[in-house]
């Protein structure tokens, strides 16, 4: 949410929800075709390695060391669909949103004007 008001505040329009895209990217420009994926630091493997190991000692971690490491793979092949069909993929940590939103939505406004198609 904060991310999306940071770029509101920049002029930037959106969509969310937008569907026929692999992955269900959180924040969508079609006329750039740039897609943006604001990542669980949990769920999606923020530091997978150190993670996992934490994983592996905790209740059910055969579950958790599986569900995680099929989340990252998943998105790894979510990423390579989508730019094998001519979007750019921006990922973000959930944690690096909350600590600096304004500069996250300035990069991701920089990348939007660079693939702005003439006459949208």
């Not at 006329?31 to 905790?58: M, N, P, T």
């Not at 949103?97 to 500069?103: F, G, L, Q, T, V």
């Amino acid at each position: 949410m904060v991310l999306r008001q940071a770029l509101t505040a920049l002029g930037l329009r959106y969509r969310i929800d937008a569907g026929g895209l692999d992955g269900r990217p959180d924040i969508v420009f079609r006329g750039s075709r740039v897609v943006v994926f604001c990542d669980g630091d949990y769920w999606h493997g923020r530091d997978l390695e150190k993670r996992l190991a934490k994983l592996a000692l905790g209740h059910n971690a055969a579950y958790w060391v599986t569900k995680i490491r099929s989340n990252v793979e998943r998105d790894h092949r979510v990423t390579a669909a989508l730019e094998v069909n001519g979007w750019m993929v921006l990922r973000y940590w959930e944690t690096d949103i909350h600590k600096d939103a304004e500069s996250i939505a300035s990069e991701i406004a920089a990348r939007v004007r660079e693939r702005r198609q003439p006459g949208r």
